[in-house]
Each structure stands twice: as C-alpha cells, then as structure tokens.
C-alpha cells in the first residue's frame, strides 16, 4: 500500500482548518503591510515630513518590534491556554486591527496606519508559538514533516499573492485605498469563521504562572532554550535561514534596479519565484524524508544555499539594461539562469528549514513547545535584523549586491561547517539519506514492529558493511548500534559513531575488558529505553548465508530482559558495500547504482522465549530466498 499524501491533512479538521487560519492571516498581512508601504512611497508628502525611503524602513522595524517586545508572553499563554480558542481571539484581535487600519487609511492619519501595522506584528508574534506548538499536538510524528511542509508553502505563498494582492488593489485609483480596507476587514472575518472549525488542543501548563514583564521573559526564555543543545542549535539553523533570506528578500529592489535593470513587475516575478522555491522545496520534504523527521535534508539544503548563492554572483550581469518589463527581462540572455538560482534557493531552504522546525517540535518538553517557540521566533528577528545591520555595512563599504549575495553564500558555508561539528548527527543522517537515494532505493516492510517508545533490541543479519546505515535510514527512533571496535575507530567516522553514541565492542580473546564494558553500556542503554542494534553473527557474511548468532545475544537479554525485533536486509550482499568477490568496479556495475534493497521487520520477540538459534531461524524465514 502507497503511504498517505501529506495533502490528505488538509481535508481532515485537525489540520484543514488550522492550515486555513495561518494562511488568511499570512496573507492578510501582506497585503495590508505591503499597501501600506506602496500608499507612503507615493502618497508621504501629503501626510508628514518624513522621506519615503525612512518611512518604508519605519514600517519594516514596527512590524518586526513586536517579536522582540512580546515573543515571551506569546510563549506563555500558549503553553497555559488551551489553543484553539487562543486562535479565535487572535483572529478577532486581527478585525480590530484591520477596524483601525481602514480608518487610517479613510481620515489618512498615519498614526492610526503606524498603529495597526505595529498592532499586525503582534498578531503575529502572538499567533507563532501557538501555530508552531499546536502541530505536535495533533499530528502523528511521522506526519510532522509533511505538516510542517504545508505550513512553511503556505506561509511563502500567502506572502507571495498577499505582497502582489496589496499592491494591485492599493494603485486602484481613485479608492484603492478603500479596496485595501474592505478586503483586509473580510479576510479578517473569513479568517475567524474557519477559526471556529480548529478543534480544541488542551493546555499543556494549565498551572504556569504568567510573567507579565517582556524584557525578563524574553530573557528568561533565550535561557530555557539552552538546556536542550540540539533544540537550541536548531534554532539557531532557523535563526540564520532568517538572515539569508532577509539578506535576498531586502535587496530584490535595488538587485532589480540596479544590476538586472528591470521594473517593478521584475521585483514581483523574482519574490514569486523564490516563494514558489520555497513552497516546493517544502512541500517535497516529505517525499525525501519517507514520513520522517530526516535531518539529513538540512546539510543537503545548506550545501544547495550556497552553491545557487555563489552562482548568482556570477550569473548576474555587468550591465544592466534599462527599466525592462518581465518580459523583456525574461527574454534577456542569462535571465533565465537568474531565475534558476532564485528558484533553486528557494527549494534547498525548504529541504533546509522545514526538518529543523519539526526537530524542534519533536525534541521539546511538550509543556515547554510554546515557548521553545517564541524563542525562536526572538532569535529569528533578531538575526532578521543583524541581516539588515550586515547589508548597510556592506553596502557602505562598496561591496555591491551580487558580492552582498557571494558573502551570503560563503558565509552560509561557514556556519554550516561549524553547526554540523558541534552536532554530528546532522551530518550523519545527511550521509545515510545519500546513501539511500544515491547507491540504493530501499524498499521497508514492517516498520510498525519497531517499538515507537522504550528498550528493545534489534538483531538483525550483516551482509554488508553499511547495514547500520540502511537500518538508521528506515528507523523513526535514534539507535543505538554495537559494533567492532575498529570499524569505531574508523579515521573520519569515529565522530559519527560517537554522535549516534554506538558502542564498541572486542572479543573476550582480544579484549575481555572492552567486552565487559560493552555489555554494561547495552545494560545501561536499556535500562534507560534506547533502541540498541546487534549484528548477531559478529561478522559481514563471505558467502551471502547467514553465519551462526553468537551467544551473547543471550546473555544481554537475559541481563535486561526486552523484547527482541528480529530484522533482515535482503539485496545487500551482492551490493557495492557486500563482500562479494571482485574488484570495485565490477562491485558497482553487479547490481547498478539504485540496486533495490529491502529491510523487513518482524513481530517482536519476548525475552523469555528469545534464542539466538530461535532468532537466527526468524530473521532467515524474513529473508527468504534472496541475499
């Protein structure tokens, strides 16, 4: 049977109405902020002395203040409040702003405009934690990928048509205005009627005490986010695909003026593309991860981040040509490759940033989600930010847009070697998810076998040197994996090992003490619920059988009793890693590269009845025929 589609949440009421909800309001938005900001670019003089050129920055900082100013709050009340009703009072807040903004817009007083934008970004910053937390609440964890997927499109593309909405309705002359106000207020409305079809999602904190200070809460949180260090390490991944985009998306305008010499439907065809990279890129993150949290996409999507940036270095041209239309500019030579790299960055920052928003949710305390989130949401603005600080500085020191882009680019290279040294597993699960998608196609059967949560061992047959590999490829859980001690020390992978905290393991002829500290570390493990992996038969197969399993299976489980999951891996043997005879190449062109493999799993077995002859007859009859 085909695994479900992640388009298949959206008709279902925990999810179909909550993805309606961010969607109208991401929208609603954008087409207020960016109407507003296109009204006071050409309509400032009749309403203050202030330029236009500070007046579109004084929008940008008023909009974002509010996620500084109020994230820690947000956190709070979504952990304490139940969130559903959270949604609907948001969304009534969002018609008294949208009430506010179309008499701004009537009277054109722009403090009331000012009001209502400041007022949209703490509608935002309000509705983040809960729209974050509110997922792991009512989605499996295998469906939190494809959620997140369809939340982060959603978003893109509703500031896609929001900003384009926005700007069409606003240049409505003569009462583009009025039309900004009454479709702000009905999008609004329309917003809060499908809030009241998102089902109830209990507190989880009824009990938390609100600290009704922003400056100490937004400190107290950013200190919370440091007791889990893979939470808070991807956090700051987020954080900084907030500043590369930012570094993108602020410079469209002058990148469009200046170097590419287009107009302003150029600007509005490189947002698109780059919303519907971004959107794709999302949306296809479920296929790739096989309905799992897979943060092996994350180093696939930084590498892809700073390839498309440093080829827009020099895909752009030397000489502009003059206030070209779309058109025109798409029938320029080396536009299309322009467009490619926009829409390519867009893809890889989906593969980038939806897995680390579902690692987040997935590793949080769930009474903590919330504020794990507005946290989140503080540290993003406030590289939003340092981005802003990084292209003023830049461009004050010559350097123009392209090369701000080529800096981006390297810049993103640096912090990705440096993320991935602090946290291996990053790069580990990006090795087994090329593996997987590159040398193999890996066929699973039986998944559901594998406990979801406590001790259990799995036993499963060798007939390649990168088993270990395929099983983390199609386990949901982080295992453990028993393992000679030197393929451990292993140059180079040693520190994988160590991340996916394996336990070497010698004979008792070789040595007896690494033996005994091996078994006590299995001990261990299980006492504490780990997944731990055995290859029984203590050697990768020569002739494609299964060997003999050793007897220390049963010494293990009779220590800690667990149940046991017999495994087999099947078409691996006469694969480029078996062992099977003949030089490397000939290894490679045996079976192809995507040789089908396949992984299935058995009913679990209990302690009592577990032997390593019972065990080794179960994994053959899961086997079958082929090797």
Request: hydrophobic share 50%; with cysteine; aromatic share 12%.
């Amino acid at each position: 049977m085909s695994e479900p589609s992640q388009f298949d949440l959206l008709k279902q009421r925990r999810f179909g109405p909550f993805f309606g909800v961010q969607f109208l309001g991401a929208f609603n938005d954008n087409v207020y902020k960016n109407a507003l900001v296109i009204m006071l670019t050409f309509q400032a003089a009749s309403m203050t002395t202030l330029s236009a050129g500070l007046l579109v920055n004084l929008c940008s900082g008023l909009f974002i203040l509010p996620y500084f100013l109020f994230s820690g709050t947000a956190g709070q009340l979504a952990d304490k409040y139940e969130k559903a009703t959270l949604t609907r009072l948001v969304k009534v807040f969002e018609i008294v702003i949208m009430i506010i903004g179309a008499l701004g817009f009537y009277l054109l007083n722009l403090t009331l405009l000012l009001t209502a934008l400041f007022m949209m970004g703490m509608h935002s910053t309000m509705f983040g934690p809960v729209k974050y937390a509110y997922l792991p609440q009512h989605l499996k964890k295998e469906e939190l990928v494809g959620g997140n997927g369809l939340i982060d499109a959603g978003t893109f593309i509703a500031i896609l048509l929001g900003t384009i909405l926005g700007g069409v309705i606003v240049g409505i002359q003569p009462s583009g205005t009025m039309w900004v106000s009454a479709t702000a207020i009905v999008i609004a409305v329309l917003g809060y009627c499908v809030s009241r079809s998102v089902p109830l999602s209990p507190a989880p904190s009824p009990d938390l005490k609100i600290n009704w200070n922003p400056l100490s809460e937004t400190w107290a949180n950013l200190k919370f986010l440091r007791t889990n260090r893979t939470v808070f390490l991807s956090i700051l991944g987020i954080s900084w695909f907030w500043f590369y985009g930012a570094m993108f998306l602020s410079q469209f305008p002058n990148f469009t003026k200046a170097v590419l010499g287009g107009s302003e439907h150029v600007v509005t065809l490189l947002l698109s593309v780059f919303s519907v990279g971004i959107g794709l890129g999302s949306l296809l993150c479920e296929k790739l991860s096989g309905h799992k949290i897979e943060i092996g996409l994350v180093p696939f999507g930084s590498i892809g981040l700073t390839i498309f940036a440093i080829d827009l270095f020099f895909a752009s041209p030397a000489t502009p040509g003059t206030a070209l239309g779309a058109m025109a500019f798409v029938q320029q030579a080396g536009s299309w490759r322009v467009l490619f790299d926009l829409l390519m960055i867009g893809v890889f920052g989906g593969f980038y940033i939806v897995p680390l928003y579902a690692l987040i949710q997935s590793r949080s305390e769930p009474s903590h989600q919330a504020r794990v989130i507005a946290g989140n949401n503080i540290m993003n603005a406030f590289f939003m930010v340092i981005s802003a600080g990084v292209a003023i500085l830049g461009l004050s020191l010559g350097l123009t847009i392209p090369q701000l882009f080529l800096l981006t680019g390297v810049l993103n290279l640096l912090v990705a070697i440096y993320i991935y040294t602090l946290v291996p597993e990053f790069l580990m699960r990006f090795l087994v998810w090329l593996l997987i998608h590159s040398v193999y196609r890996l066929e699973k059967h039986g998944l559901e076998n594998i406990p979801e949560e406590g001790a259990a061992m799995l036993v499963v047959n060798h007939p390649s040197f990168v088993d270990a590999l395929v099983i983390a490829a199609a386990c949901r859980r982080p295992t453990r994996y028993v393992m000679d001690h030197n393929w451990f020390n292993t140059p180079l992978l040693k520190f994988l090992f160590r991340a996916t905290r394996s336990i070497p393991i010698a004979s008792a002829k070789e040595n007896p003490a690494m033996l005994e500290r091996a078994y006590d570390e299995i001990a261990k493990g299980l006492a504490e619920g780990d997944l731990i992996c055995i290859f029984p038969e203590g050697r990768v197969t020569s002739d494609g059988e299964i060997n003999p399993f050793r007897a220390g299976i049963k010494r293990i489980i009779d220590r800690t009793p667990v149940p046991v999951v017999p495994i087999a891996l099947c078409g691996l043997w006469g694969s480029f890693f078996g062992r099977q005879g003949g030089a490397l190449i000939a290894r490679v062109f045996r079976l192809g590269l995507f040789a089908k493999i396949s992984m299935h799993v058995g009913a679990p077995v209990p302690a009592n009845v577990a032997t390593p002859e019972g065990l080794q007859q179960r994994v053959s009859d899961l086997r079958g025929n082929q090797k």
